[in-house]
């Protein structure tokens, strides 16, 4: 954002304040994600920056961490990834198609009571994690769903079905719903004009709305700490316990792998993002 | 055209109106059709549970039912000096009962709640009570340990009588009802939840005042770039977006330690001695930090989708107007911002009261919140009304806020990312 040349000399210092105060802003929210990187490859057992590494002294780095991450003999990674993962696509898979299959009837304009049905749907986004983790947990508690897979996954769905819904009705909010009729008036039944109209374009919207659903359900702690027995821990619940008892490098490693992910799903998600816009924007 | 067409009639005969009204209801059931599986599904496995936490909340059957003969006998008693010969042997054959079942060690942590001390003089008694000749049962519960002769710890069991009570939400704000039924405070020293609410409130709207200072301008900045620059700098606030929870709350805990990057940052430009290492971890200061860095990018997005829609000509004009930059900024620019403005501290504000994981690592113990409490009762005290409690009081303000939330801003205009 180049100044104008007659800008006065007074308001040209506000602006590299400005500019100034925008790059501490930025270096505070992405700086403490690069601290991770380094501290991983540490060959010492401390969370510290060595010596040796300020000297870029190539014996202070090694990968003993990552060797620890996958092959650690006590380590519990690989379980947890394995659960990590299971419980994230099932879950998924649940918020895709409830969220989805609401969001077609929220977009209908014969909807009755959109507003407060809308609010119930988004709230399980809005109520703090921990109370949704009390109740959740007396109800699979009572349903005998507690340290089982099952019960996380239902939880999980119940957490991912707000942003499927919010990014599917938003691109159904640009969506012709003349070509549904066209459809219909030549002969398609509502299923196959679904499959073959309607969700090839509403894609976008329902893929970024499971990759949010993937990541809620990816990184949640607390209502994986309230119900999951040994078997059922994942990712995040060996970091959790990792950074209260005894914080580890291995744990630094596991980050960096996890930032890697994030970065993989933001790139997904902006090009999703980007389709969505160049789809609606066509539409009108 | 005659007067007798009023009514215009479909093919098969019937009233366009009554038809088309049929047709109406059909597409109203549809649509509740295609929204039912997932309503219904919510319904069931988490609005009737946290209805459910109500209950909980009020419930006290569980002493109601372990000392039934006890609250019979004690129905007489006025409660001014020591109970009868009759309670004390109805107590005690309600507890024998208790130690058959092996249910005394739940009753002696719900009477706890009500009064300490309960706990070791129960054991006491049920200790004791094995030895126990018939007969003349208050001298020998009173004979085991003083606290049985002293008339507050009946009052207290009394207390407990009815099958449901507010008590817990009276405990949540430090407060319970005495002898006379009357609401008093619990003494100065011991007022913990109290000061929980108010840290709570004050460090969610301290970080929402942070993260708004911090947010807008690089929203402006972001919405005033060139696209191609702007995009670049998007990254740097979706990546933490998208970045776990725990891998940004264990870089902070990295940042912050006394041994960690920014005191030996702060120690190698000479601001802070070596021996003098500032603590920015385990306070309040580490919260703050942390909670404001991980909601910032809640703030900054709803700001710039508002930003963005902010025509630049409207702010040249205010300048061709002969405003200064401030007068023009402050007249023209920042008043079409408080849309924004509203739905990111809404949002960072409601994210932000109920926050746990972040607080219970960097916290300490002068930076939990009341989330924190909740999840303490939830597992170690095992006190579940009281937690189910608590967290109807807080979602009782999370909901008010929501609620704003809605009206002002409407609950489908969520932009994410």
Not at chain 1, 257 to 280: F, M, N, Q
Not at chain 2, 20 to 40: C, D, H
Request: a positive charge; glycine letters at 6%.
């Amino acid at each position: 954002m180049a100044l104008p040349k007659y800008t006065e000399p007074h308001y040209r210092i506000w602006h590299y304040i400005y500019l100034f105060i925008c790059g501490c802003v930025f270096f505070f929210l992405i700086a403490p994600l690069f601290v991770i990187f380094p501290l991983s490859f540490n060959a010492e057992e401390f969370l510290v920056i060595t010596d040796g590494m300020k000297r870029l002294d190539p014996e202070a780095f090694s990968l003993r961490w990552y060797e620890d991450m996958v092959f650690g003999t006590k380590n519990p990674w690989g379980l947890a990834a394995k659960n990590s993962f299971f419980i994230a696509i099932f879950a998924t898979i649940g918020a895709v198609i409830l969220g989805t299959v609401a969001a077609l009837g929220l977009s209908s304009r014969y909807m009755p009571y959109k507003g407060i049905i809308m609010a119930t749907l988004i709230s399980p986004m809005i109520v703090p994690l921990i109370i949704s983790g009390v109740a959740i947990f007396f109800f699979m508690a009572k349903a005998g769903l507690a340290a089982t897979h099952t019960g996380i996954i239902l939880a999980h769905i119940i957490l991912g079905t707000p942003f499927v819904v919010i990014t599917v009705t938003a691109t159904l909010s640009g969506f012709d719903h003349s070509v549904t009729r066209a459809a219909a008036s030549l002969g398609s039944n509502p299923v196959n004009t679904f499959m073959k109209i309607t969700l090839p374009l509403i894609l976008p919207g329902v893929i970024s709305g499971a990759l949010f659903a993937f990541v809620t359900s990816f990184d949640e702690v607390v209502i994986v700490l309230f119900l999951a027995g040994l078997d059922n821990t994942t990712i995040p619940v060996q970091m959790w316990t990792g950074l209260r008892e005894q914080l580890s490098p291995t744990i630094l490693a596991v980050a960096t792998c996890l930032i890697l992910l994030s970065t993989l799903v933001l790139v997904a998600a902006e090009l999703l993002r980007r389709r969505s816009e160049r789809i609606r924007g066509i539409n009108r | 055209m005659s007067s007798d067409t009023q009514k215009i009639l479909t093919t098969d005969g019937v009233p366009l109106e009554v038809s088309l009204k049929k047709v109406e209801r059909r597409n109203k059931f549809k649509a509740f059709l295609l929204v039912a599986p997932l309503l219904f599904f919510l319904l069931i496995v988490y609005i009737s549970p946290i209805i459910g936490m109500l209950f909980n909340s009020v419930d006290d059957r569980m002493v109601t039912n372990a000392l039934p003969k006890t609250f019979i006998a004690m129905e007489k008693w006025d409660g001014k000096e020591l109970p009868s010969e009759e309670v004390f042997e109805a107590f005690y054959i309600d507890f024998q009962k208790l130690i058959e079942e092996e249910k005394e060690g739940k009753l002696s942590t719900q009477l706890n709640y009500e009064k300490n001390g309960f706990k070791s003089i129960i054991k006491k008694l049920r200790r004791k009570s094995k030895s126990f000749e018939e007969g003349n049962y208050k001298e020998q519960i009173m004979a085991v340990h003083e606290r049985w002769a002293n008339v507050e710890y009946w009052r207290a069991i009394k207390r407990r009588a009815p099958s449901y009570s507010y008590s817990k939400y009276l405990k949540g704000v430090d407060m319970y009802q005495n002898e006379e039924g009357k609401f008093v405070q619990v003494e100065e020293d011991r007022r913990i939840y109290k000061k929980l609410w108010v840290r709570t409130l004050k460090i969610a709207f301290y970080v929402t005042l942070f993260c708004f200072l911090m947010a807008y301008p690089i929203a402006h900045l972001l919405a005033t770039l060139p696209m191609k620059y702007s995009n670049l700098l998007m990254i740097c606030v979706l990546l933490p977006f998208w970045t776990s929870l725990l891998v940004r709350t264990a870089s902070w805990m990295i940042l912050l330690q006394q041994q960690g990057v920014v005191n030996d940052f702060l120690v190698w430009i000479g601001l802070v001695a070596d021996d003098k290492r500032l603590v920015m971890m385990y306070n309040e200061t580490g919260t703050y930090i942390a909670m404001t860095q991980i909601l910032l990018p809640f703030m900054v997005l709803p700001l710039y989708s508002v930003m963005k829609t902010i025509s630049p000509s409207l702010v040249r004009a205010g300048k061709s107007l002969g405003g200064t930059p401030f007068i023009t900024f402050w007249k023209v620019y920042f008043p079409l911002t408080i849309p924004g403005i509203g739905a990111g501290s809404l949002l960072v504000f409601i994210l932000a009261i109920g926050y746990y994981i972040t607080p219970e690592l960097v916290g300490g113990a002068s930076g939990t919140l009341i989330s924190n409490q909740i999840a303490y009762h939830m597992k170690y005290t095992l006190d579940w009304s009281f937690a189910s409690a608590m967290g109807l009081m807080l979602l009782a303000g999370v909901l008010a806020v929501y609620w704003v939330y809605n009206k002002l801003v409407g609950i489908d205009n969520i932009k994410l990312g």
